[in-house]
C-alpha cells in the first residue's frame, strides 16, 4: 500500500518523465524524491520507472501499482465516508420500487430536495407491475414501495398507507370499431377485442391482471406510456388513468366508453419495513404531503401541448 505522498511522487515521476521536474512540481529535493523512489521500489522488489530512456517512463509493474494504490485509497475514503454516514442514522443505500403506473418524472423534485440534504445516501429507483411491487419489498429488492395496487398480501409483514385513488376511463381510437359501437358495451362486446396490457412483473406467481377477461386477446406492452399510445393508435382496447388521457379524450384522439360493468378506481399504496434510517423517514415525511400524493396517483398528462 502507497500512502497519499507516495502516490503524488509516483504520478508526478510518471507526469513529468523527470526526478528533477517531479521535485520541483512536488516542493522537494529532488535526492528526495530519488530516494524516496528507491525506497517504494525497495518495498516492492520490482522495478517501476525504465530509466534508459531519456524522459522516464512506468514499468507495467510500476503501471499497476500506482493504478491499483489509487482505487485503493479511494475506496478507503468512499468506505470512510459511508461509515461516517451509516454512524449518523443515514442508510448506506434506499432502494424504491414504484409502481409502473407512478411515472419517475414526478419524483424528480422530491430526489432533488433529498439531494439538499447531502446525506451521502445512494438512491436507486425501478419499476414494478402489480404483483411485483410488493414482491420487491418482501424479497429485499426495494425498501420502500410507491404505488403499489391493492393491500399487501398476508403474512408479508410491512407498514403501509394509502397514497391516493387512482380513476380509469375505458378509451379507445376513434377509428376502433368500439369507438363508434352503441353503448352501454357488454362485457362480451370488450372481450372480442384485444386489450393492450402492462404485464404483471411478480417473478413468484402467474401475476394479476387487470383489464382484460379469461381468452381475449392481448397486446403486452412495456409501460403505461406505450398502452395509451397503442390505444391511440387503434391497436387494441383497455382502461386507462382518466387524468393521464384528459387531453387525448378532449380533442376526440382517444373517445371514452361506458361500460356494462365498470371499473372501480384503485387504491394505491406506500409500504416499506420497519426501518430507523433517516433516510426512510425523511421520504415517508415528504409522501404525506397530500398535494405531492395526488400529483403522484394523477400523474402527467404528456399530450396537453401536443
Request: proline share 6%; charged share 25%; net charge positive.
Amino acid at each position: 500500500m502507497l500512502s497519499d505522498d507516495e502516490i503524488q511522487l509516483m504520478q508526478a515521476i510518471g507526469d513529468s518523465g523527470s526526478l528533477t521536474r517531479a521535485a520541483a512540481r512536488l516542493g522537494k529535493a529532488p535526492s528526495t524524491v530519488s530516494y524516496t523512489l528507491r525506497q517504494i521500489e525497495g518495498r516492492f522488489d520490482a522495478l517501476l520507472f525504465d530509466r534508459r530512456r531519456y524522459r522516464l517512463q512506468l514499468t507495467p509493474a510500476g503501471a499497476l501499482l500506482v493504478r491499483e494504490a489509487v482505487r485503493l485509497r479511494d475506496d478507503m475514503q468512499r468506505l470512510t465516508r459511508r461509515v461516517t454516514q451509516v454512524a449518523k442514522g443515514w442508510e448506506d443505500r434506499l432502494w424504491i420500487a414504484t409502481d409502473e403506473v407512478i411515472e419517475f418524472e414526478s419524483l424528480l423534485p422530491v430526489i432533488q430536495d433529498f439531494d439538499t440534504l447531502d446525506s451521502g445516501v445512494s438512491l436507486r429507483v425501478t419499476h414494478e407491475v402489480l404483483g411485483g411491487t410488493w414482491e420487491a419489498l418482501a424479497e429485499g429488492r426495494a425498501d420502500l414501495v410507491v404505488g403499489a395496487t391493492n393491500e399487501p398480501p398476508p403474512g408479508l409483514g410491512v407498514q403501509w398507507r394509502e397514497l391516493g385513488q387512482m380513476r380509469w376511463v375505458y378509451a379507445v381510437s376513434p377509428r376502433h370499431p368500439l369507438g363508434q359501437a352503441p353503448q352501454p358495451l357488454t362485457v362480451e362486446q370488450m372481450r372480442a377485442h384485444r386489450a393492450v396490457v402492462v404485464p404483471d412483473t411478480s417473478r413468484r406467481h402467474e401475476g394479476r391482471a387487470y383489464g382484460h377477461g379469461a381468452g381475449q386477446p392481448t397486446l403486452a406492452v412495456p409501460t403505461m406510456a406505450a398502452k395509451i399510445q397503442a390505444q391511440r393508435a387503434g391497436l387494441g382496447v383497455g382502461w386507462l388513468p382518466e387524468a393521464r388521457v384528459a387531453s387525448l379524450l378532449a380533442r376526440g384522439e382517444l373517445v371514452a366508453r361506458i361500460v356494462s360493468v365498470p371499473r372501480e378506481p384503485n387504491t394505491l399504496y406506500l409500504g416499506w419495513r420497519a426501518s430507523d434510517g433517516r433516510a426512510l423517514a425523511w421520504w415517508l415525511e415528504r409522501l404525506a404531503d397530500p398535494r405531492l400524493c395526488r400529483r403522484l396517483v394523477d400523474g402527467l398528462d404528456r399530450f396537453s401541448s401536443a
